[in-house]
């Protein structure tokens, strides 16, 4: 669900027309509709209204200042991976009661300064990041609550690229050793064990593989209890899909009345990290076409956005529709829409029967706002697109447009070259 829709064969964000940001702001625009983020952030919310819950948004989906505060308003939380991450969730002023850190490489200093902002706790991969943990812990004078990433080899059907819950996955702790390894833990001197964590992958569309995974892990809490080792937080990971075509996504309403049967009875909060769930359609990338170019058996519509700027299309083969923000009634054509980037993996459409374009022409590439700017770089020393929030019948400037002087910022060339 989201708030991008025609009005009058024109296409809008909210109530604002998408022509009105092109010519406002220019292309590439990320487009954001705050009524969709909000409305998305409520829908856990309210889901899981009964339930003790904290969510902790995953940062890596989209780390927009201005969208992790709409959330922290809300009473969100993050779901961080670096120190980079933790800097943007207190700047935007996420209480750090409700900040979790997970990611198979956290480094001693990134360790330090989660420990000196008292984030909730660590989700913890590995046996030495462990014993790193406790170590910068006791060198701080402090106890680092922490919980176990299990790993569940469980099959999250969806991409390779993005499953993350499968023994062959760099993620989490072998679930057959994690009874072992939490004793241990309980053992150690700057540790406090206080919960348990899995994320098994992202873009789910099948819930079964949620659950089961869910199952093994409460089986494993109850494991826990018997041998005297308390759990306070279960982490279910994130991972929840969005429709990019014509996929039929899990609703968190329905992911609640079968989660929480699961975990009743037991004295637990909830922490979910969704990402691409609250944001992804909530986003888009408005993109202007440059070109269309007669190939011998299709159209190639060259736009002005490109890889550097969504790279999800060259990454992962994704499909993200693509919407003309007039329509006209002029015929579809068959036709590749690319960007501008030395690539042939520079696409974001591939065969694709769409209304034909005229140079100048604005199109939207809906599903965007998950994993779209976070993941753009500067690629071809192409500047980063800028970012809007729509309101009803306001937008916001919510990051600037990068400038060639930024893409140099920071390089140096040593004297003896000068
Ligand atoms: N929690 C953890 C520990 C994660 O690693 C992730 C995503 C999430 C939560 C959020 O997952 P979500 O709810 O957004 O599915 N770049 C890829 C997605 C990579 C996801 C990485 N981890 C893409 O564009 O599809």
Redesign the pocket.
């Known amino acids: 669900m989201h708030y991008f829709e025609y009005k009058n064969n024109r296409l809008y964000a909210e109530d604002v027309p998408l022509e009105t940001l092109a010519e406002t702001y220019g292309t590439p625009l990320y487009v954001y509709s705050h009524k969709t983020l909000l409305r998305h952030f409520k829908a856990y919310d309210t889901s899981f209204k009964d339930f003790p819950h904290i969510i902790c948004f995953?940062i890596?989906?989209n780390s927009n200042a201005s969208i992790l505060k709409l959330f922290a308003n809300e009473g969100g939380g993050a779901?961080i991976?670096s120190g980079g991450e933790l800097y943007r969730a207190k700047a935007a002023g996420i209480s750090s009661e409700k900040i979790v850190y997970?990611?198979v490489g956290k480094k001693e200093d990134e360790i330090a300064y989660a420990l000196n902002e008292n984030i909730l706790m660590f989700?913890v991969e590995s046996e030495q990041e462990l014993a790193a943990i406790n170590k910068v812990a006791a060198n701080l004078g402090k106890c680092a609550r922490v919980a176990l990433?299990i790993n569940p080899d469980i099959n999250p059907q969806t991409?390779p690229?993005?499953s993350?819950g499968l023994k062959k996955n760099k993620?989490g702790i072998p679930y057959e050793g994690a009874l072992e390894f939490y004793k241990q833990a309980s053992k150690l001197k700057n540790i406090e064990v206080v919960g348990i964590?899995k994320?098994i992958?992202?873009?789910?569309i099948n819930i079964t593989p949620f659950l089961d995974a869910l199952n093994r892990i409460v089986a494993l809490i109850d494991q826990l209890k018997a041998v005297g080792i308390g759990i306070k937080y279960l982490d279910i990971?994130?991972?929840?899909?969005i429709q990019y075509l014509d996929e039929v996504p899990p609703h968190p309403e329905e992911l609640a009345k079968k989660v929480i049967p699961i975990v009743a009875g037991r004295d637990i909060t909830i922490i979910m990290?969704?990402?691409?769930?609250l944001v992804?359609n909530a986003g888009i990338l408005l993109s202007k076409v440059l070109y269309v170019k007669k190939g011998s058996d299709r159209d190639f519509i060259i736009v002005d956005s490109g890889m550097n700027d969504l790279?999800?299309p060259a990454?992962?083969g994704?499909y993200h529709h693509i919407m003309p923000v007039k329509k006209t009634k002029r015929k579809n054509v068959f036709a590749d829409i690319v960007g501008p980037i030395c690539e042939s993996s520079d696409f974001v459409g591939k065969d694709r029967d769409i209304q034909s374009f005229e140079p100048g022409e604005l199109a939207a590439i809906m599903s965007a706002g998950?994993?779209g700017s976070s993941?753009s770089s500067n690629y071809n020393s192409r500047p980063r697109a800028a970012e809007v929030l729509v309101s009803g019948t306001e937008h916001y400037l919510i990051r600037q447009r990068e400038t060639y002087e930024d893409l140099v910022r920071g390089e140096k060339i040593p004297d003896f070259l000068k």
């Open positions: 995953a890596k989906a779901d991976v997970a990611g989700n990433r991409h690229y993005i993350t993620f964590h994320h992958g992202s873009q789910i990971g994130g991972g929840l899909g990290e969704p990402g691409r769930a992804g790279m999800r990454m992962y994704a998950a994993y993941m």
